[in-house]
């Protein structure tokens, strides 16, 4: 154990002083490794966190989409609950990392990728977040303006139109994402206070949907007995593949950054038992109140309509969509703080620790949001599904496979505390850089997404011979990146461990023993 930190009962460990570190230009209070006495989520705390990270718009609009799609409501059910066990896997193996050390995503990162190098998948992963911002405020605009549209009349629907879009949408969009800059802006604290009361609330608006469909429809018979449009033959098998990588791809950023928040664990048995008791039940929940909701949808109006604030809108009673809105609303903002303001925030204050604070980074999450045109990627369900999760599924399959391969089977979960913040230790590897990392992502990202098809790319791919990929990238961007890096650490590691002792020569896999 390094004589900077000190290592506890439960196998936590502390760094014993943390002032030290304060000159350093690699650190700031954010990043700080967070002190065991202040390690106190709780299991309902994850729960909770899963329950508000997953009960929003984009969350049903997922399942619906693979009903407009074409499946069944079997089919979609039976993806959904795969990709989410899938995911659960990588997502429990990093964890791991925040509960023992008390660090966020990015500092993690440092250990394998290097000081420098781990703000390549900070800022891949903190992009990819706000992109998912932008749809997510977004969609909880789009909410606001059909409740205000239904108290206000006409007159707000009907408004001029501007760039495309209504300007009373527009504004719609700008206070929901002011809200949510207000929330953020009040650090850490606030968003777990936020996620706390919110969770028990979330479900009631997808619950109302799902009431006033089954009655409106006649009950679950109708919509059970609709047997999708794709049989289970060949035309199902075509898509169950590229949709079992979008469901893995939906929660694959938080594979990477759930350190972020484990780092307030209590225990890693208490991260790990909400992390169980929250991804698979919340996500399942809302996949089949979606699915049941689009099914019946489609008997009632004749067409799948995916987006619930659109099918919200078709129903007759005024208060059935306001109350079912605004507790959509209070969803979207509980998941978009958690999901995607969070981790962002730590990276881009990992690029530039001294600069850029906790708050500072948020409100670049934000702008970036808004940049990306996101109204642009929720326009379709083809687009949604296979190209926006499609491809950044496979870019961080990449990632997460490096920081599983160079925790677990390299390191054992040891890490170096004070390394991680210090150009003088063994994570500064070369310049800061740790090419092996750099080489396996390379190769894990090109196998996994150099065939991209469909959308905006290519109808033979970007690089034909490897089309087949991807329609199964993450899981391609994960084996191979995870493969490549155990390959080129592992002589390393090997080469340390069998040096005699009192060799000066320092491990820059880095153990603590």
């Known amino acids: 154990m390094e004589p900077t930190t000190r290592e506890h009962a439960d196998g936590r460990v502390d760094l014993a002083d943390v002032r030290s570190l304060a000159g350093s230009r690699f650190f700031n209070e954010e990043l ?34 693979l009903i407009a799609l074409g499946m069944n409501w079997v089919q979609a059910l039976i993806t959904i609950t795969i990709g989410n066990i899938v995911v659960l896997a990588p997502m429990l193996l990093n964890s791991h990392a925040g509960t023992k050390y008390g660090i966020p995503f990015p500092v993690f990162a440092r250990a394998f990728y290097g000081l420098r190098g781990a703000n390549l998948a900070a800022l891949l992963r903190a992009f990819i977040a706000c992109g998912w911002f932008g749809i997510q405020t977004w ?23 501007v760039w495309g879009q209504h300007w009373t949408l527009w504004l719609s969009f700008a206070v929901f994402w002011i809200v949510q800059m207000l929330i953020i802006w009040r650090g850490m604290e606030a968003v777990r206070k936020f996620e706390n009361w ?13 009431g006033y469909v089954l009655v409106k429809a006649g009950g679950l018979g109708p919509i059970l007995e609709d047997g ?21 791809a939906f929660w694959s950023t938080l594979s990477l950054n759930m350190p972020d928040f484990t780092r307030f664990g209590g225990s890693q048995r208490k991260q790990v038992r909400g992390q169980i008791l929250g991804l698979p039940t919340t996500m399942t929940f ?13 008997v009632l109006y004749g067409e799948d309509i995916w987006d619930p604030a659109q099918l919200a809108d078709r129903f007759a009673s ?82 997460a496979g490096v920081l599983v391969a160079g925790y677990w089977a390299i390191n054992r979960t040891r890490l170096r505390l004070r390394d991680l913040y210090t150009s003088d230790g063994v994570y500064w590897f070369r310049g800061g850089w740790n090419w092996r990392a750099l080489v396996a992502t390379l190769v ?12 905006p790319f290519p109808a033979d791919g970007l690089i034909p011979f490897l089309k087949p990929l991807y329609d199964y990238n993450w899981v391609i961007g994960f084996a191979s990146a995870f493969v490549v890096y155990w390959l080129l650490a592992l002589p390393v590691k090997k080469e340390e461990t069998s040096e005699r002792p009192g060799s000066s020569r320092i491990d820059p896999a880095a153990v603590d023993g």
């Not at 909410?143 to 408004?159: E, M, P």
């Not at 969770?199 to 997808?206: K, N, R, Y």
């Not at 089949?288 to 489609?298: D, F, K, Q, W, Y």
């Not at 894990?444 to 959308?455: C, D, T």
């Open 286 to 298: 809302i996949a089949i109140v979606a699915i049941l909701t689009t099914s019946g949808g489609h």
């Open 318 to 399: 005024p208060v059935v969509v306001v109350v079912a809105l605004v507790a959509l609303v209070l969803a979207t903002i509980s998941a978009n703080l958690a999901a995607n303001v969070v981790s962002p925030s730590y990276d881009f204050s990992n690029a530039f620790p001294k600069r850029i604070t906790f708050a500072i980074g948020g409100l670049i999450t934000g702008i970036l949001g808004i940049a990306i045109q996101p109204w642009r990627l929720y326009s379709d369900p083809s687009i949604y599904i296979f190209a926006w999760l499609g491809f950044y599924g496979g870019l961080l399959g990449a990632v």
């Open 444 to 455: 894990g990202a090109v196998l996994a997404v150099g065939g991209a098809y469909g959308g």
């Open 139 to 161: 969609v909880g605009g789009e909410a606001i303006y059909v409740i205000v549209g239904r108290l206000a009349g006409s007159g707000w629907r009907d408004s001029t139109v």
């Open 32 to 65: 700080a490794p967070v002190p065991v006495a202040k390690r106190t989520w709780t299991t309902y705390n994850y729960f909770a966190l899963w329950m508000g990270m997953a009960h929003n718009i984009p969350s049903y609009a997922l399942a619906a989409s």
């Open 198 to 210: 919110t969770a028990p609330l979330v479900s009631v608006g997808f619950l109302i949907l799902l």
């Open 228 to 248: 999708g449009k794709l049989g289970w033959g060949s035309d199902f098998w075509k898509v169950f593949a590229p949709s079992l990588m979008a469901m893995i």
